[in-house]
T-cell receptor
């Protein structure tokens, strides 16, 4: 089954404790992206990756890191989480950046993160 | 920059009614628009899209209208069903440097359908 998976789905952590949220897709997609979703703010892009070893900042990259060492995985790293990073996070992928213009962006199920 | 907003945070309708969800965007360079549906506990799912060279596109029970003059688009759902209850997002895509695209999402409207 073609899908985007995220782990963990739920996480409660404390300020300053490094964490990684994994994202994996099995569709051989080039383009991957991370969003956060907050009440009243909608989805905002954190980082995106056009292909392996190619990443760029989205609208709200502060406090986050990403890596794209292999095509299928795009982990989101919070080196020193803070309470304002409490949010619902979505990973998404599409065949390539042009595919965004052809509606084929697939979203993962989401990761709900709480930073105390 | 781009901002994409929705006019109403919540829309309540009766089953069988037609629903209209509105969205405004700010960047006239946006050339592609998408409507997503997000059910509780799930990621967004594509509903329908429209390019800036069109002013109307129809799908199954859904129609998107685009008015570039006032930078406004709407999603119309015909014969709304309880299964349509969800949060609906509009998103605008524009090209940035080197031809890459960035997608900006609106804040969302919750559609509540009562039987």
């Amino acid at each position: 089954e073609a899908q985007v998976t995220q782990n963990p789905r739920y996480l409660i952590t404390v300020t300053g404790k490094k964490l990684t949220v994994t994202c994996s897709q099995n569709m051989n997609h080039e383009y991957m992206s991370w969003y956060r979703q907050d009440p009243g703010l909608g989805l905002r892009q954190i980082y995106y990756s056009m292909n392996v070893e190619v990443t760029d900042k989205g609208d709200v990259p502060e406090g986050y890191k990403v890596s794209r060492k292999e095509k299928r995985n795009f982990p989101l790293i919070l080196e020193s989480p803070s309470p304002n990073q409490t949010s619902l996070y979505f990973c998404a992928s599409s065949f390539n950046w042009g595919a965004l213009a052809h509606n084929e962006q697939f979203f993962g199920p989401g990761t709900r993160l709480t930073v105390l | 920059g781009e901002s994409v907003g929705l006019h109403l945070p919540t829309l309540s309708v009766q089953e069988g009614d037609n629903s209209i969800i509105n969205c405004a965007y700010s960047n006239s360079a946006s050339d592609y628009f998408i409507w997503y549906k997000q059910e509780s506990g799930k990621g967004p799912q594509f509903i329908i899209d429209i390019r800036s060279n069109m002013d109307k596109r129809q799908g199954q029970r859904v129609t998107v209208l685009l008015n570039k003059t006032v930078k406004h688009l709407s999603l119309q759902i015909a014969a709304t069903q309880p299964g349509d209850s969800a949060v609906y997002f509009c998103a605008a895509l524009r090209r940035v440097n080197s031809g890459y695209s960035t997608l900006t999402f609106g804040k969302g409207t919750m559609l509540l359908v009562s039987p």
